[in-house]
């Protein structure tokens, strides 16, 4: 019964994360398939620099929403007494989840599997799950972007470093702050696949970046992005 529902949970994950927030946005603002413009990617930059800042914003809100569903919906469920004697820890069970919802992200159902790169999705999911980690990754992602320009320098940075500050940030808490996470080093194995569906989704822009032929990002009009 506990695999049954666990199954259920994570497939609920799933799809929920297959409701890509860029897709569903341009389309009810615009009318249009962010797919069929700019890098083609279903994703925040693309959409921003295509369809502009309320388009955005409406995805991050859509984001926002989808992860707190994933998030919430599975402590919920967790915290039902037939999970008393489950042998994984309430934050492995929701990290699965997340993983569930980035590939509904990246591989949406709904949208014959062709979606964005999971990365906003993930940072919401992991605001929810451990605010310490995301602010962590925030600022070495502002930092990484506002010096070099490029998204996806940030983006790529993060991954590697969701599953190091995880556990860096668990082990010190535990050790100083009594905070009690368990099976730390089993939260940073299952946020590895999320980091290797990140680099595999960004190959495009890892060729584009040694090539010295990504695009730039700038917090000015779309058309400035170049």
Not at 114 to 139: N, Q, R, S
Not at 198 to 208: D, E, L, M
Request: net charge positive; charged share 15%; with cysteine.
């Amino acid at each position: 019964m506990k695999i049954a529902v666990l199954l259920i949970t994570f497939i609920a994950s799933y799809t929920v994360g297959s409701l890509n927030s860029a897709i569903i946005a341009t389309y009810l603002l615009k009318h249009k398939d962010v797919r069929e413009y700019g890098s083609f990617n279903a994703g925040l930059t693309n959409v921003y620099r295509c369809f502009g800042v309320t388009a955005a914003i409406c995805t991050v809100i859509m984001d926002l929403l989808k992860g707190a569903v994933v998030v919430f919906g599975t402590r919920l469920v967790y915290s039902l007494p037939l999970y008393e004697d489950c042998r994984l820890d309430s934050f492995s069970v929701v990290l699965i989840s997340v993983l569930f919802a980035v590939l509904g992200h990246c591989f949406p159902v709904f949208y014959r599997f062709k979606g964005g790169k999971g990365i906003l999705l993930a940072a919401v999911c992991m605001l929810f799950t451990d605010p310490m980690v995301f602010l962590m990754e925030l600022i070495m992602f502002a930092i990484l972007v506002s010096t070099t320009k490029y998204i996806s320098v940030g983006s790529l940075a993060a991954c590697v470093g969701y599953p190091i500050f995880t556990m860096c940030w668990q082990l010190f808490a535990n050790a100083f702050l009594g905070a009690g996470y368990e099976n730390i080093y089993l939260h940073g194995l299952i946020i590895l696949p999320m980091f290797i569906l990140c680099y595999f989704r960004h190959f495009s822009n890892i060729k584009h970046l040694w090539s010295k032929e990504e695009k730039k990002f700038y917090l000015h009009k779309k058309g400035e992005n170049e």
